[in-house]
């Protein structure tokens, strides 16, 4: 028989990895705590099933609510991967719930699909109109 542990999501794997960088980088968006913890630039990564780029820059984030009432942050629409030659880059594959409860956290990341391949140092993410994270270590 199996265990509890036996049923775990396995972690994803990068395809053909061009680079990463730890974050470790906070914001706060509409009273939510976001931290970006890493970045990694990719071929594909083992979870995928949607791809429109050569590349992926997955970013991971982590959220959390410290307030009393739930927080809802629509970051399909607002959060865009900026490169250093300024382009704008909409994510496509969001595995992060939009919704974060009163004194809960969550993890979950963000795909932005690329061309070709980008020097991550000196990428932003953007969350709004004033509140940018560089992709470089902290």
Do not use: C, W
């Amino acid at each position: 028989q199996g265990t509890f542990n036996d049923f775990t999501t396995p972690i994803a794997t990068p395809n053909n990895l061009v680079s990463s960088v730890t974050v470790g980088r906070s914001v706060t968006v509409s009273g939510l705590q976001l931290t970006i913890t890493k970045a990694q630039q990719a071929g594909s990564f083992s979870n995928a099933r949607k791809h429109t780029g050569r590349y992926t820059v997955r970013v991971y984030l982590q959220t959390h609510n410290p307030g009393q009432d739930p927080i809802d942050v629509d970051f399909i629409h607002r959060i865009h991967l900026l490169l250093p030659d300024g382009q704008v880059i909409a994510p496509q594959v969001l595995a992060i719930f939009p919704l974060t409860m009163p004194k809960a956290s969550q993890a979950g990341f963000i795909d932005f699909p690329l061309q070709n391949t980008v020097q991550l140092e000196g990428t932003l993410v953007r969350f709004d109109a004033t509140t940018t994270v560089p992709l470089t270590t902290k």
